[in-house]
């Protein structure tokens, strides 16, 4: 799934947590299983496996209470995620396990970090540690029929140099403040972020939907940069 004109679905930990809640919330009702996530600044990746529901209801389900609440909580209105999810069918172990690494490397590939242990909302950490969400034994199984033998083999495979592909999506460096705030001065010719403000309304809404959905920059970011309500750039 991708938000709508790139824009970002996770502001905050806050954000992230509740979508995994929601993954929790309706695994129990849904009986479907999940092998692997990620969470991306404007898109997510899951691996599952459909239980006593098809995968198009499960979606709904998961991303339906998920933008009911996000819009609550940022006053706004309207849809988040960009069209329906893509998806294709996993029909072998050699595939399971590329899709596996594929997810999990999504940071590492995004240039956020360095190794994929780092990044605190994917499922990697579940297979390490303990686990919460996350159906762990059948990848791991896969590995080794010793826990310990398997987790070590897991950790090895996921962090191999590959050129994996699956439903490729074009992953986008989140610029720093300094690069950000270079990028509204220059493109739009103002002495400084803040100068935005001083803008007629619609030359300053079409900035925040460029600023949102060609640079990637999130809610929080433009706030924190121009100056410019929260609420304001919501809504754009």
Known sequence: MRGINRQSIFEDQEDCERFIQTMQQYKEKSRYEIYA???????????????????????????????????????????????????????????????????????????????????????????????????TEFALNMFSDKKETAVERFIQYNNELNADLCLEIEEKH???????RNIIK?????????????????ARNGILKELKGKYGLSIRQIERLTGINRGVVTRV
Request: include cysteine; charge should be positive; aromatic fraction near 14%.
């Open 37 to 135: 996530y990620c969470l991306m600044g404007n898109h997510l990746h899951i691996l599952l496996k459909v239980g006593t529901e098809p995968l198009e209801q499960i979606m709904r389900r998961i991303c339906g209470s998920y933008v009911y609440w996000y819009n609550r909580k940022y006053e706004r209105i309207g849809n988040l995620f960009q069209d329906r999810f893509k998806s294709e069918p996993v029909e072998n172990d050699v595939y399971f396990l590329t899709v596996l690494r594929y997810i999990h490397q999504n940071p590492v590939k995004a240039g956020i970090l360095r190794e994929a242990k780092e990044y605190q909302w994917s499922s990697y950490s579940e297979y390490i540690n303990k686990q919460k969400l996350i159906d």
């Open 174 to 180: 989140r610029l720093t403040d300094a690069e950000a």
């Open 186 to 202: 220059q493109k739009y010719n103002l002495a400084n972020a803040t100068d935005l403000q001083k803008l007629n309304i619609i």
